[in-house]
Nanobody
Framework: QLVESGGGLVPAGGSLRLSCAASGLTFDDVTMAWFRQAPGKEREAISSITTSDSRTYYAESVKGRFTISSDNAKNTMYLQMNRLKPEDTAVYFC????????????????WGQGTQVTVSS
């Protein structure tokens, strides 16, 4: 089970930190990822991390602004989002998979319910 938290309404240029608490997984040996989906758009991979060795991936659209991390002791993944833009507005989902590292949402077996992030201009 994955449970996201930390979404909300923030002005452009502001920051938010999303959390994803995991249970029922071998958290120290999985890929954890953040996706987002804006209305009328496809689900987009924005960042992922392997909890065993902290290998990371960032989409170009968030590189340099967002930072992914994981706390294996707490079975929790984070996404620190800085310098937010209106185009970052979306529902943000966390996902996990025990074998896959990449950006294809179809490959992830576990999903959270999503948390809304709205950035006002």
């Amino acid at each position: 089970q994955l449970v996201e938290s930390g979404g909300g309404l923030v002005p452009a240029g502001g920051s938010l930190r999303l959390s994803c608490a995991a249970s029922g997984l071998t958290f120290d040996d999985v890929t954890m990822a953040w996706f987002r989906q804006a209305p009328g758009k496809e689900r987009e991979a924005i960042s992922s991390i392997t909890t065993s060795d902290s290998r990371t991936y960032y989409a170009e659209s968030v590189k340099g602004r967002f930072t992914i991390s994981s706390d294996n002791a707490k079975n929790t993944m984070y996404l620190q989002m800085n310098r937010l833009k209106p185009e970052d507005t979306a529902v943000y989902f966390c996902a996990a998979d025990e074998y896959y590292f990449g950006s294809n949402p179809v490959e992830y077996d576990y999903w959270g319910q999503g948390t809304q992030v709205t950035v006002s201009s």
